[in-house]
Each structure stands twice: as C-alpha cells, then as structure tokens.
C-alpha cells in the first residue's frame, strides 16, 4: 500500500483524533489543522499545522505535498437549533477547504456529509448538500461519506432505537429509510474514512470512436492495482459511501471497503464527449 501524505481538518475531534491515530498506525504521513492552544488534542505523530478552518488564506500554504485532503470540520453535536451554525462554520469551512485544495494542487479531497433525505436537520442536510456541490464543482476527484448518527464515547443514547430500526425493516415502505439513517460507530466510520484515503479514484479514458488494439484496451482499462500517476486534466470522479444493512457482509461492488464497514459506495463519473470513461480505485 502506498504511503498516503493527508492532509486534516478536524483532527482534533471525535472522529478526527480517530482518523489521524488509525492513519499513523497505517503507516500515513498525516499533517492536521489545529488551532492555537488545541496541540494537546492531536494524536502524537502528526505534523501540526497552525490556523483557521474558516480562512483558507490561514492554512493553504502549508498544507505542503499533501495528496490528500480529509475535511471533517462541523460543528458539535448537531441539532435543529443550529442552522445558523451550520451555516456559519460548516459551509464556510467545507468552501475554504475547497479553495485550500484547488491552491494545493489535491488529487483527493475526502469529505464527511449527510445521510439524507431524512424527516429531520433538514437544515444540516441542505449545508452538507451544499458542500457536497462545491467539491463538484471543483473538480478534484472526491469522495463522500454520508452517516446519519456516529455512536461513541458520550454519544450512545440512540442505541435504544435499535428495536425501532430493526421493525422499520421488515416493512417495504420503511426499509429502505431504515437502512440510509441506520446507526454506524466510531470505529466503522474511521475504518470507512481510512480505506477511502488509501484507494483514491482517478479517471482514464478510451475513444469509442475507433478501434483500438488490444494493447491500447489494456493501458485505458486498468486493473484494480493499477495506480495512474496523476488526475487526467479531462475528467474526475466522485464516489459516495452510504449505509447499508448492518447484517450485511457482502459488498455491493468493488470499491466497497470489504466487510470491515455497513458502507457501500456508488461511484459517477463527471465527462463530456463521444469517449468512454473508467473510474478505478488505486
């Protein structure tokens, strides 16, 4: 596997300090934004970087030869009173991020969204959706994570609607909602988020315009282990991990990180043109 220079926003929280302490043991060079006075609550071996998720200007130009970029900055404990928050640093930081990743030349930028639709936080929903286009638009290949609810330490009160998830899957109507906003934990989401960062997506391309020999097949249908250098300058991909059944032990495909998560991923690829175009994981 090869070593993996991330970048972290976010790393001194809940599921950040998480992340970054599984990404060292992994073997990942790790750099992670903190804020002055915040040193204690990085997880030791990570390079420290100084500054404001919600100014880009403050951190950019350290972010170095990151080839990665985690953004898991949002506000704690999310709740209907706060719109106006989420607004305020969880849309704010995400564009900054964006900018910050753009500046850097990121050829995988890493984000924590939203299980949605959901009957609630719909505002939560809206700003993650929000953030979501904005890494589309920016064209740096990407992936999404979207949990509904992260159980750990001081965050377990929602395993007592375990009962009701499992009844809201045995009925059809509800199934499926049952399963988008089912629980995950810490360590299912941080194992998610690590594979994510070690098999990033790149893009290539063949013509279907004309016929190409076998040897020119084989360079523009690579397989699996196959790593392309760098992002084409004429596509990029998106990849999002939503919840699946928590019994589930097969992955819907191949890009689902095996059975070590209820996650699985679908993966769209963004191109113009009479070509065919491939998303592979590296």
Not at 129 to 154: D, K, N, Q
Not at 169 to 177: D, M, V
Request: proline letters at 6%.
């Amino acid at each position: 596997m090869a070593q993996r220079e991330v970048f972290l926003t976010g790393g001194t929280g809940f599921l950040g300090s998480s992340l970054a302490a599984e990404l060292l043991r992994r073997g990942h060079h790790v750099r992670a934004l903190v804020r002055a006075g915040s040193e204690s609550r990085v997880a030791q071996g990570c390079d420290i970087v100084h500054g404001d998720a919600l100014r880009a200007d403050s951190y950019a130009a350290n972010i170095g030869t990151a080839d990665t970029f985690v953004h898991l900055v949002g506000v704690a404990h999310p709740s209907p009173s706060k719109a106006e928050e989420f607004r305020n640093i969880d849309l704010v930081s995400c564009r900054e991020a964006v900018n910050a990743a753009k500046q850097a030349d990121i050829k995988h930028f890493v984000y924590l969204s939203v299980a949605r639709p959901a009957p609630m936080m719909k505002a939560y929903q809206a700003v993650r959706a929000e953030g979501e286009r904005m890494v589309i638009e920016s064209e740096i290949p990407a992936t999404f994570v979207r949990p509904w609810y992260v159980l750990g330490r001081g965050r377990r009160w929602p395993v007592i609607l375990k009962p009701f998830y499992a009844l809201a899957r045995l009925f059809p109507l509800t199934r499926e909602g049952a399963n988008r906003l089912a629980l995950v934990t810490l360590d299912q989401m941080t194992q998610t988020l690590a594979w994510a960062v070690e098999n990033p997506l790149y893009v290539c391309r063949y013509s279907s315009r004309r016929k190409s020999n076998s040897a020119e097949r084989k360079a523009a249908n690579p397989g699996p282990a196959t790593v392309l250098a760098s992002k084409p300058d004429y596509g990029f991909a998106v990849r999002t991990f939503t919840n699946v059944p928590s019994g589930s032990l097969e992955p819907r495909n191949s890009t689902t990180p095996f059975r070590t998560t209820p996650f699985t991923s679908r993966t769209a690829v963004t191109a113009a043109g009479d070509d065919t175009w491939s998303a592979v994981a590296a």
